[in-house]
């Protein structure tokens, strides 16, 4: 890549009134915003130092990942260098890497490849291809697990020298709190994507598509770790904002619509997210799928809405009907599309498994009841001398005769916690 300009790293200034006006409907940017205390030594957060090191470690992990598909005299080549070696000759063999949903030998990229096709890009166009660092170039599906963040760590690299004014910094950064974000690295994702929303409200104020794209994915990452309420107000403020700046049926209005009927359910106004979601299928079926991250917007509206309907305690069994047959279907076109292995098939499949099994329980009171009775039963034979092992994939656990009953009882419930994390069942059942 050509050279970059020198970095410039101070604080982003607050927008003006006039600048300001336009989003002064919205929430104010929380105090973990500021960008004064993301300064650390060197002028650089911390989650930003390192980046040579961080992304060669990332590279490494992901090439390792998919070392049993690249294998073989016959292997894939690069997508871009149309070679298994890499660009650069001068150095060890580059390895391959793939994270998408392609099939048999197509694609497969070089990092470094990917980073100089993105580099050419910047020059041809003058701007980064973001879509380039986000979604494979075969087919149009976004990265996932280790490759996601080898991308991501690789664009950080690459637009780090640039000022923090810079659009294509904000584009890197965003990029790589979505990485964490999306492989369950929430806490570690938090302040990066606030890091980027207050570069957005600082330099890119007057740009409503940066400044929503921000506020949604801070919103998001917000609600994964907890925090539902704030980001359900946040999200109910920016469809509106997206409602009248964008449109119903724009993708990126749609795409705030399900995390807000997703933030509805987490905080169970279930009857408030299935009409909600409801009325946002038919948009979403209809959407013209241009941008990537569109193409699987009405499977996820579909998914949402199972989940409003068989978590609801006060489902009629027409409902949890309903959410038993959404949900298959859900994973049927998933299998298809993604493949069985897909972080996104396995996801839907865990919720079609619970919708069964809610609706097999007579609904989600008697669920929620069923994995506190096991415990009982488990602790009355363990109790009685009558059960020594409790086998479990991950982990497996030995029961001396010799152990207190209590300390059973306390081994068994942190086992199933463990096992059955889901806060909306571990919530209810602890109460």
């Known amino acids: 890549m050509s050279s970059a300009p ?42 930003a ?3 040579d090191e961080r992304a060669e470690a990332a590279a490494s992990a992901a090439v390792a990942s998919c070392a049993s598909l690249t294998a073989g005299v016959r292997g894939p080549v690069c997508l871009f260098c149309r070679t298994r070696r890499g660009p650069d000759f001068w150095r060890q063999d580059e390895g391959l890497m793939r994270g998408c949903v392609c099939r048999g030998g197509d694609g497969f990229f070089h990092l470094t490849c990917l980073a100089n096709e993105a580099a050419r890009a910047v020059e041809d166009e003058e701007e980064p291809d973001d879509m380039l660092w ?4 075969v087919c149009d599906q976004a990265y996932h697990g280790v490759v996601q963040e080898a991308v991501a760590r690789e664009c950080w690299r690459s637009y780090v020298p640039l000022p923090r004014s810079h659009v294509w910094k904000f584009w890197a950064t965003l ?29 890119f104020s007057d740009d409503h598509d940066q400044v929503m794209d921000a506020r949604t994915t801070v919103a998001n990452c917000l609600l994964d770790v907890g925090r539902h309420v704030e980001a359900l107000q946040m999200l109910r403020d920016d469809y509106a904002t997206d409602v009248r700046e964008r449109g119903a049926a724009d993708g990126a209005t749609l795409r705030t619509a399900l995390s807000l009927g997703i933030a509805m359910s987490t905080n169970k106004l279930f009857a408030e997210a299935r009409t909600f979601l409801r009325a946002q299928h038919p948009l979403a079926v209809g959407l013209d799928q241009e941008w990537a991250q569109d193409k699987n917007i009405e499977l996820d509206v579909r998914e949402a809405l199972g989940e409003a309907l068989y978590r609801d305690a006060d489902a009629t069994p027409a409902d949890l009907s309903e959410a038993e047959t959404l949900l298959k279907g859900v994973v049927e076109t998933s299998r298809k599309h993604y493949g069985r292995g897909h972080p996104s ?3 839907h499949e865990a919720a079609y498994r619970e919708a069964t099994a809610v609706r097999a329980a007579g609904g989600a009171r008697r669920y929620k009841r069923a994995p506190h009775m096991a415990l009982l039963r488990l602790r009355s034979l363990v109790g009685r001398g009558r059960a020594r092992v409790v086998e479990a994939p991950t982990p497996s656990l030995l029961f001396a005769r010799s152990f207190p009953n209590e300390l059973v009882w306390r081994i068994l419930e942190f086992w199933e916690e463990t096992e059955r994390s889901d806060s909306w069942v571990r919530g209810e059942r602890l109460k």
Not at 134 to 137: E, I, P, Q, T, Y
Not at 177 to 186: I, L, P, V
């Open 345 to 347: 098939t396995r996801y």
């Open 175 to 203: 990029t790589l709190g979505n990485a964490f974000n999306e492989n369950d690295r929430q806490e570690e994702a938090l302040p990066i994507l606030e890091y980027a929303l207050a570069t957005a409200m600082g330099f």
């Open 49 to 51: 130092q390192d980046a």
């Open 6 to 47: 020198a970095p410039d790293d101070s604080p982003a200034p607050a927008p003006d009134d006039a600048s300001a006006s336009d989003d002064s409907h919205l929430l104010p940017i929380p105090r973990q915003t500021d960008p004064l205390l993301f300064w650390g030594a060197g002028g650089q957060p911390a989650w």
């Open 134 to 137: 986000n979604c494979c170039d």
